[in-house]
């Protein structure tokens, strides 16, 4: 019953690879994040969608592609990985853009 | 410019003491301000809320306050317990739906 999902938790892969981060929200929310965590702990978003569509598009290398095929699934796809895509992603989802984030338990993702 | 930040890296409270966690926030328009706590291995979890049009709210435990006039946001935790030790965040939502973090202050609870 869990509210804001994510899989895997753990992801290890080959610099070069191409890799996706599956993402499920049941609250019947309309908006859903993707965020990245840095090794500092610095949350920073990477990207919005509200309705399937997309809302914030930060600067982010157009090697992450999200992909929402319905309102209750946002799925993050990277290409080329590189060392420097290592984090933790988090997925979030919210009633509305303006209103409270729940967050999904993370992915730690790790390039070799 | 959007920025979001605690004054504080690292806070050592005793067991049983109240804890303060202090934020600062730079972008004026911003109406609707979060407190998360973020344990080891998990994703951050809600706390507590504020809107602009307030300076205090209150919830179990905790308090938020928040001085719109030097731009100030504070957590406070009563009786701290070790159940509290966790990555305590302030975020702030901007009129363009865009939630900012603050760096994160962790909180460790000595028994």
């Known amino acids: 019953d869990t509210a804001v999902s994510q899989t895997p938790k753990y992801l290890v892969t080959q610099m070069g690879n191409d890799k996706s981060i599956k993402c499920e929200q049941n609250l019947g929310h309309d908006t859903m994040y993707w965020y990245k965590q840095d090794s500092k702990k610095f949350l920073k978003i990477m990207f919005s969608y509200n309705n399937k569509e997309l809302i914030i598009n930060e600067t982010v290398p157009n090697r992450f592609s999200p992909k929402s095929p319905d309102k209750a699934h946002l799925n993050l796809h990277i290409n080329s990985l590189e060392l420097g895509d290592s984090a933790v992603y988090f997925c979030?989802?919210?009633?509305?853009?303006?209103?409270?984030?729940?967050f999904g338990p993370g992915t730690r993702l790790t390039v070799l | 410019g959007e920025s979001v930040g605690l004054h504080l890296p690292t806070l050592s409270v005793q067991e049983g003491d109240n804890s303060i966690i202090n934020c600062a926030y730079s972008?004026?328009?911003?109406?609707?301000f979060i407190w998360y706590k973020q344990e080891s291995g998990k994703g951050p979890q809600f706390i507590i809320d504020i809107r602009s049009n307030m300076d205090k709210r209150q919830g179990q435990r905790v308090t938020v306050l928040l001085n719109k006039t030097v731009k100030h946001l504070s957590l406070q935790i009563a009786a701290t317990q070790p159940g509290d030790s966790a990555v305590y965040f302030c975020a702030e939502i901007l009129n363009t739906g865009k939630l900012i973090f603050g760096q994160g202050t962790t909180l460790q609870v000595k028994p």
């Open positions: 972008n004026s328009a911003s109406d609707y």
């Open positions: 979030a989802s919210s009633q509305d853009a303006r209103r409270t984030q729940y």
